[in-house]
Structure formats: structure tokens, C-alpha cells
């Protein structure tokens, strides 16, 4: 057809994002960041085994009421695991017809405070070493009238999607994924190595040197998404420009 334009191959794609990171006037900051955990399982262990054979860091954004006790001890082979608040229950309280969001929605700010700090609550008591003080809202969503009440519950961080910025003003270091592998609106289904290869390469393109997100969702992934996972989190580890950013770090208040 005419006006079609070809997707490149894996070999274009990796070359192009080669030549993109060897002309970046700055290094190349990314980090990662997977949602929904709860419990110890295959899927989430095959993406921690990932990152440890990487030495890459990891946040993990863990939802308060589905928090397995056991989580505490199974995560102690990987030391570079921090952990983020997720929301409370990942339970949508959206008014009828509307996206999916559980922090607003049909819920008073109160409310969403109120369940919030029941879910902190419960991190701090059982993963207290590992806890960074950042929320990450369930489908990175989250009424405006919300985040000005975030540091008075000891956030000091806010995490969603793309160029959201909304936490800056009221003194929460607001720091994003940009990069989602996975197709929600379509077939849920992972990108190809080339397909995820062209997103990461325009998010760093754009970056200008900014930290680059890349989100996983470890319980919606097969064997084909992690055998990709790998295969890019290696291709950028060959590069001494690219710099993978621990979370605690990332999301430090600098006096």
C-alpha cells in the first residue's frame, strides 16, 4: 500500500538505537519500575532473576492489601529490590462510564487519605527496609485534589506515566515511566524486541537527559516478554553512556 511505512527489523532497530545513545550529548538515565505485585510468583521471580543477571536495580510497585507476609523473606536474594506503594487495594472507584482509577473517582480525597495510610501503614511494618516513600498510583491515576495532601503523610514521592507532572508543586519528587511494552488497549500483548527497541529509543531521544521509565506488569507476562526483556536490558547494557538509576536515589529530596 502506498504510504506505508515498513517497521524496522531487530538489526535496524538495534543499530538505530546504538547511533542514538553514541550521539547523546548526556548519559542515558533509565530505570524500572514493575507494578501489581503482591506475592512471590513465577512471573515476578523470572523478571527479579532478569535484573539481578543484569545488576540492574528495580522498584516494585506493591499494592498494600494484597501484600503476601511472605513477600519480606522471598525478596531477600535481591538486595537491589525497592519497593513503592501501589495504591491500597487496586479496586476502581471510577463513576460509571469513566477510566479506571482508584485513588479519586467516586472517592473523597479523606477517603483516598484514609486508605492510603492504611496501606502505609502496613508496608512500613512489614518491608520497612526496602520501603521507598513514594506512591504509584494504580493505572497511574489520581485526582488532583489528592496530591497536595501526599507529604503529609510522608510521601516524598510521586510516580505515573508520560509527562505528568503534578506533584512538583507541593514538594513531591515526580519521576515517570515513559516506556510500556504492553498493548492494554488492544491484545494486551508484549512488544516485540524490535517494537520496544523504537520505543526506547524516541524516549531517549526526547529525554534531554531526564530519567526514562520503563514499566513492566510482571503478572501479565510470558515467556516471550521476558526472553525480550532480556534481550533489551542487555543491548543497553553494552553501553558505558547508559546509566541505570536506583529508586531510592532517584527519588531523594536534596536540601
Known amino acids: 500500500m502506498a504510504g506505508t511505512v515498513r517497521p524496522p527489523t531487530l538489526d535496524e532497530a538495534m543499530q538505530r538505537l546504538d547511533d542514538c545513545i553514541e550521539i547523546s550529548s548526556t548519559p542515558v538515565r533509565i530505570w524500572i519500575r514493575d507494578d501489581d505485585a503482591g506475592g512471590m510468583t513465577l512471573p515476578l521471580a523470572s523478571l527479579l532473576d532478569i535484573c539481578r543477571n543484569a545488576q540492574v536495580p528495580v522498584a516494585l510497585a506493591v499494592i498494600p492489601a494484597k501484600l503476601e507476609p511472605s513477600l519480606a523473606v522471598e525478596l531477600r536474594p535481591y538486595p537491589f529490590v525497592t519497593v513503592m506503594q501501589h495504591g491500597f487495594s487496586h479496586t476502581s472507584n471510577a463513576m460509571p462510564g469513566r477510566k479506571k482509577i482508584e485513588l479519586g473517582g467516586m ?131 553494552r553501553h558505558t553512556k547508559v546509566e541505570w538509576l536506583h529508586p531510592a536515589e532517584m527519588f531523594t529530596v536534596k536540601p
Open 107 to 237: 472517592l473523597t480525597a479523606d477517603k483516598v487519605i484514609g486508605l492510603l495510610a492504611d496501606g502505609r501503614s502496613v508496608l512500613e511494618h512489614r518491608m520497612p527496609d526496602r520501603l521507598v516513600p513514594v506512591l504509584v498510583p494504580p493505572w497511574n491515576r489520581i485526582d488532583d485534589d489528592v496530591i497536595p495532601q501526599l507529604t503529609e503523610l510522608g510521601f516524598c514521592g510521586l510516580s505515573t506515566f508520560a509527562d505528568d507532572q503534578r506533584g512538583k508543586p507541593f514538594g513531591l519528587v515526580h519521576i515517570n515511566t515513559h516506556v510500556d511494552p504492553i498493548a492494554w488497549r488492544d491484545d494486551r500483548s508484549f512488544d516485540t524486541p524490535a517494537a520496544l527497541i523504537v520505543k526506547l529509543t524516541e524516549a531517549i531521544r526526547t529525554a534531554a537527559g531526564a530519567p526514562i521509565g520503563m514499566l513492566t506488569h510482571h503478572l501479565d507476562m510470558g515467556e516471550a516478554a521476558f526472553e525480550t526483556l532480556t534481550m533489551v536490558v542487555g543491548a543497553l547494557r
